[in-house]
């Protein structure tokens, strides 16, 4: 209705008022909001390309909803016939045989120990070295310093995942087995540095994958930190300086207390890309028919490297049905570490300035 | 406690820009000296110079003196988180640490100097907040956060924990500017009596406030703009505001400012 108006009045200016072209433009901008108390009806002006723009917009976050939900939907109608054929438990047992359709036998205790371990593992190890990352470029760093730095540390996400695999398996194992061994022969009296169902200098192990891990979520972590170190307010840290603090204390009486709940967040963000990685585990870690011996020097898959590996297999329903039953596992737990990483970050900040 | 200050020459720069220039002038010891001047005119930079909280900006430099009892606070080997404990200072947006509660607020400062004795932190908390007439508003929730109070009392939160340190000089930044009226004149009230102990420098955009509570005002200018900001002259406050010798200060202080 506004529009035809519009079309209709945008070349009545000139001929009334004549010369003035500021008019032609101006004219139909003022008058537009002017018009609804004239009209009788309570009818909102809505221009055609605001409702075009706001569909458009809803029906992207509609259908990313949309997409998320037909995924996990997917996932549960395609994995229920594998579980009822399943003859094995599926939370409580370590077997994986899938082979023969008419002989089901698969459980997700030993994947998810390899999968948690190697993840935890990775988070223990990338924590404190995010952290550090993150203070060092807001706080300590000079200018000039942090952003090329930051960039470098930013671009350590772009590397593919399969090159972090060739480099955990040929170059990283190889220099770390000294440290392996060490540990497994003087700490081994600790259940986790115990001996693994691989030996400990074998290197294609969770101990090993822990740590190209940690690499790869360093940059996630770092970003998050260091945006949320980065906003601190001025006044808080001024505040503290001028009671007579060192840097460090300012770090600990300011910066750390208004940052640690997004440093959490993003760690936690950061579990959940561990815990969905596929490529390099799968590279890196050695497959082994025995179960494990709750070792980081054991070896074995991940629910991730599991379905990769096990793609030959794809044949027939219903043993696609038990890799995506544990696909559905990581599904879940990923979005559940996500969703938990996202709530911690946004209560942070919250009732502070 | 209670120290007398000499500023001797002082000039002060954010990178190139010379933001203060040759500042000479005398803060006696339990006595109130207000800086008072046009925005942008460097009180604030002079306020912040004498504890060492300039050179927290970076790329800015200081050169002259300032003296602490006759000892120069920019001296070489001198550091400058010893000279931030012995000069406290009150920021013109109160700033209580917003994780920590009321009392720890309070002996955050001592806390960072090494105090651990329980009863005695309990005892300088008490002090502190009596002294910033605050104890019998928040006797009852000493562990609760400090973000939680009214910004006045976040204001007065802020003026204990600065003088728990017993500081040599307290400075404060404009310290009511954010405050409504009654807030304001509890403030003042509490300036009144923090000087029979301290020696406190305040920088006001409130000329009235000037005159009540200061013994001494100093008024800054900036001669144009571009150029570095100046002390006009510095007396005794009854003369400044009734008599100054000045012609930049009498337009100052009677609107005809310009």
Known sequence: MSESRNSERRPDPPGEVGDAPVNTTEAPVLEA??????????KKVVRIGDRIFRSLATGSGVF??????????????????????????FLLSGKWETGDPDDLAFGIVDLAWITVASSIFALVLAMPVAGGIALFLTQYAPRVLARPFGYIVDLLAAVPSVIY?????????????????WLN?????????????????????????????????????????????????????????????????VVRTTVWPFGRSGFVGGSMLGLGRALGETVALTVILSYTYEGPHYSIFDAGATFASRIALGSAEFNNNLTVGA??????????????????????????????? | MAKRLDIENLNLYYNKFHAVQDVTLQVHARSVTAFIGPSGCGKSTVLRSLNRMHEVVPGSRVEGKVLLDGENVYAPGVDPVQVR???????????????MSIKDNVVAGLKLAGEKDKKKLDEITERSLRGANLWEEVKDRLNKPGGGLSGGQQQRLCIARATAVQPDVLLMDEPCSALDPISTLAIEDLIAELKKDYTIVIVTHNMQQAARVSDQTAFFNLPAVGEPGQLVEIGETGKIFSNPSQKATEDYISGRFG
Do not use: C, H
């Open chain 2, 85 to 99: 404990r012995t000069i406290g200072m009150v920021f013109q947006k109160a700033n209580p640490f917003p994780t």
């Open chain 1, 33 to 42: 909001p002017v018009t609804p108390p004239n009209t009788p009806t309570d």
């Open chain 1, 64 to 89: 990313v909803v949309t997409i998320i939900a037909a995924i996990g939907l997917f996932l549960l109608i395609r994995a229920i016939p594998a579980l009822q054929a399943n003859e094995a438990n």
């Open chain 1, 185 to 249: 022969t003087n700490l081994g009296w600790i259940p986790v540095f115990g001996d693994g169902n691989v030996p400990a200098d074998s290197g294609s192990n969770v101990f090993t994958a822990g740590i190209v891990l940690a690499v790869m979520i360093l940059p996630i972590i770092t970003g998050v930190a260091r945006e949320v170190f980065a906003r601190t307010p001025n006044a808080q840290i001024e505040g503290a300086l001028a009671l007579g603090a060192t840097k460090w204390e």
């Open chain 1, 165 to 181: 695999g060739l480099w955990g398996a040929l170059v990283l194992a190889p220099v770390i087995k000294p440290v392996a061994v």
């Open chain 1, 323 to 353: 890799y995506i039953a544990a696909g559905l596992v990581l599904f879940i737990s990923t979005f559940a570490v996500n969703a938990l990483a996202r709530w911690i970050e946004s209560s942070s900040g919250k009732g502070k300035e």
